[in-house]
């Protein structure tokens, strides 16, 4: 069987996806790859098809023993010949895999460093044929990330005893320092290295303005209908998760707490019943969460600012692996930027950690701040190139507003000046509006020249206003004293008058609640019978995994079930054709859910998608949005409508394909193409599976860059339309 036979008739994919097939290859022909992917790129197939077409059993070294038996069960069940040896198994267990492994029974086996490198081991794989070793999370290797394991520098042993073998290393960490490091200490300094692109276009980024965090992300996921959904909460402290975890519970929520001072056995529990079930929250610190691959997460949340964009990356990293719609969410304040200052200024590390430490904050702080695309910023700062604005961020959708704040910040900074440096932005603030508390009498500070003079702005604006400038190192909080806000160096050339500053407008939250949906989760389009389809599937399914003890995921992913509701398929021909089914599953569940579709249609009919859909609240266009159609009414065309807003073409070609989307434009009036051409890229949109239409770089490369993703959004917003 060649690779493709593989991909279509056991894990029942069409096609692949980046440069799994490359990879493949060079593994085939006996090479060694570093593959560098983002989280849910699909590095596991890149050896998981090679182990079935070399001779002899692959070796994949993993550090998660507690999953190893999940990625095991995933396997068996496309009926790919699998086992796992780590100390948790059995004595009998572990003698049973040694049997199988001696007669030549297993394709890949799984197995924990440390047990690699005992001595029978290795004296048993010099025996046996081995097809190549896999060394999966091989960032574990470096001392410079934050995952390091002691035992995987010896892996590089595996060079010296077994030259002929062909390893690949793989890994979603990025920086150079850790590339340099796997390369050296696993020997790998001649394998191909293969670097994928780090963006995660199904991801929507947002960050809000902390006021009650936790409230805020209730709306939140209410709003995007997350309720039932998997998603990970992630909270700086253990109390706070506790805490947490508890509010989310009380709300009729199910959310676990996890944290490293949990029992251990509740903890084990709790990552297993996030695993094993569906739609279960997990509230955890950041212990959570290396080597989870549950594909749908639907939603990570930050209800404190982590510390570097590498880790805020990681873990947001965790949402969507399987590719559908999901949603990374951060609420962030004054209180993080001081808390984090404050750890870093107490850091005991030296001047050049400091330094390192220090950058990172700074660039943390600015993605918070951004008034910009953010996921152009974060590719950036990871040294990958996003040349357009991506349109599936909260500053893309809901562009912000800035505003001169010069004069806002040089009253701000002169009253802090005038107060002499010593206190919190609380009374900074009422000083500013000219409130006669208590405390300013007491300090006669109803007599600086400052008292009073703010008057235009509101409280909390003037908030923002602070929050912003200490963000940006205009002003400094004294950690180590009462929290006083103290100027800068930097604060003298904006006193001065010799700098400007913009500030971003916060966005109230009135204006968040009408951000809409752009990218689209297909379950969203669901009507009410398609709803009740999905969860009978979904019923079926975990059934059929509590039966099994795996997790409903690797029965079939989220996305199969979502391919089942919209085609109805009667037959098991027309099972075969979804995504995710391979000849395996298709015999073992195939007759199973075709009698949950038949009960399902003989009880509701077939459904009648042609009508229109209802006008939802989704068919309200947010305020820009209607800002810029209004103006393309009038007569102007999307670039004059960019330069009378100051925004980039590209977002008003994202606020009009939405209109597209809703109907309120025709895809003609917008895009001024020939005919052949629309009825090209039309063909080509529809050929692709529902991943590559909502991130379009397939088709974008398809016709070799010739259509920008603007034009590219709008007739698939044409489509998307007609399929409603
Ligand atoms: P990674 O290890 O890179 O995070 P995985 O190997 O777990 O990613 O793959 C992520 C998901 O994508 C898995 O559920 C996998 O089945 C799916 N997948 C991988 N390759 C393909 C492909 N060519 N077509 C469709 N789905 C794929
Ligand atoms: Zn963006």
């Not at 009380?250 to 990552?271: E, F, M, T």
């Not at 000083?431 to 208590?438: E, I, M, N, P, R």
């Not at 009507?527 to 975990?542: F, S």
């Not at 025709?666 to 052949?676: D, Y």
Request: aromatic content about 8%.
């Amino acid at each position: 069987m060649t690779p493709l036979d593989i991909l279509r008739n056991v894990f029942g994919y069409q096609h692949f996806r980046g440069d799994q097939e490359n990879i493949i290859n060079h593994i085939l022909a006996g090479g060694d790859a570093l593959v560098l992917m983002p989280t849910g790129g699909g590095k596991s197939l890149c050896y998981q098809i090679p182990a079935q077409i070399r001779p002899g059993v692959a070796i994949v070294i993993s550090p998660l023993i507690a999953l190893m038996q999940d990625q095991v069960s995933a396997l068996q069940q496309f009926g790919i010949r699998a086992a796992c040896l780590n100390s948790s198994l059995t004595f009998d267990q572990a003698r049973e895999v040694s049997r199988q492994l001696r007669q030549g029974e297993l394709d890949l086996l799984y197995v924990a460093p440390e047990k690699l490198m005992t001595p029978r081991f290795l004296e048993f794989l010099e025996s046996a044929q081995i097809a190549l070793f896999a060394i999966d999370e091989a960032h574990c290797v470096s001392q410079w990330g934050h995952d390091f394991r002691p035992e995987y520098v010896e892996l590089s042993i595996l060079h010296q005893r077994f030259p002929n073998i062909p390893r690949i290393a793989l890994t979603a960490t990025a920086d150079g320092p850790t590339q340099r490091d796997i390369k050296t200490h696993l020997g790998l300094d001649n394998a191909k290295a293969f670097v994928a692109g780090f963006d995660r276009p199904n991801i929507r980024y947002h960050v809000v303005q902390k006021k009650t965090a936790h409230h805020q992300l209730l709306n939140f996921l209410k709003e995007e209908g997350h309720y039932g959904d998997a998603g990970i909460i992630y909270c700086l402290s253990r109390k706070k998760v506790e805490k947490v975890a508890d509010w989310f519970s009380k709300q009729g929520w199910l959310a676990l707490p996890y944290h490293a001072g949990l029992d251990n056995q509740v903890r084990k529990q709790n990552q297993m019943r996030f695993l094993r079930e569906e739609g279960v929250i997990i509230v955890a610190t950041i212990a959570f969460g290396m080597g989870i691959d549950k594909p749908n997460v639907r939603f990570v949340a930050h209800l404190d600012l982590p510390k570097s964009l590498e880790a805020y990356y990681q873990e947001t990293g965790r949402a969507g692996r399987d590719g559908l719609p999901a949603n990374a969410w951060m609420a962030y304040g004054l209180q993080d930027v001081v808390l984090l200052r404050r750890l870093m200024e107490q850091s005991e590390a030296d001047e050049q950690h400091k330094r390192i430490e220090r950058h990172k904050l700074e660039s943390m702080l600015g993605y918070c701040e951004m008034t910009t695309c953010r996921r152009q910023a974060l590719l950036a700062y990871f040294g990958d190139h996003l040349p357009e604005p991506c349109g599936n961020c909260d500053t893309c959708l809901e562009p912000v507003a800035t505003w001169d704040g010069t004069e806002a910040a040089q009253k701000a900074l002169s009253c802090v000046y005038r107060t002499e440096q010593r206190f919190g932005v609380h009374y900074l603030v009422d000083v500013l509006l000219g409130k006669t508390t208590q405390r300013i009498e007491q300090f006669r500070h109803e007599r600086v020249s400052t008292f009073g003079i703010g008057k235009e702005l509101s409280e909390p604006e003037w908030h923002s206003v602070f929050r912003q400038l200490i963000a940006a190192g205009f002003a400094r909080v004294d950690v180590e004293g009462y929290g006083g806000v103290q100027l800068t160096e930097k604060s003298w050339p904006l006193l001065r008058g010799e700098q400007r500053i913009d500030l971003r407008k916060d966005i109230k939250p009135k204006a968040i609640r009408k951000e809409k949906k752009y990218s689209r989760s297909l379950r969203k389009t669901f009507t009410k019978t398609d709803q009740i389809l999905w969860e009978a599937l979904r019923t079926k399914r975990l059934e059929l995994a509590h039966a099994q003890s795996v997790p409903p995921y690797v029965i079939f992913h989220d996305s199969t079930l979502e391919d089942i509701v919209l085609q109805r398929p009667q037959t098991l021909a027309e099972f075969a054709q979804l995504s995710g089914v391979g000849t395996r599953k298709l015999e073992r569940y195939g007759q199973i859910f075709i009698e949950v579709v038949d009960a399902h249609v003989s009880q509701y009919g077939q459904p009648t998608n042609t009508i229109s859909a209802p006008k939802t609240d989704e068919t309200i266009l947010s305020e820009s949005v209607e800002i810029t159609l209004e103006a393309f009414n009038r007569g102007l065309s999307p670039e004059q409508i960019a330069a009378e807003r100051m925004l980039k073409p590209s977002t008003i070609y994202d606020h009009l394909s939405q209109t597209i989307e809703q109907g309120q434009l025709e895809l003609r009036q917008v895009i001024k193409l020939r005919e052949e051409e629309i009825h090209d890229i039309e063909d080509n949109l529809l050929e692709r599976p529902t991943e590559e239409q909502h991130t379009l770089k397939s088709v974008f490369e398809a016709f070799n860059g010739a259509y920008d993703y603007s034009i590219l959004k709008c007739v698939r917003a044409h489509i998307w339309r007609e399929c409603k």
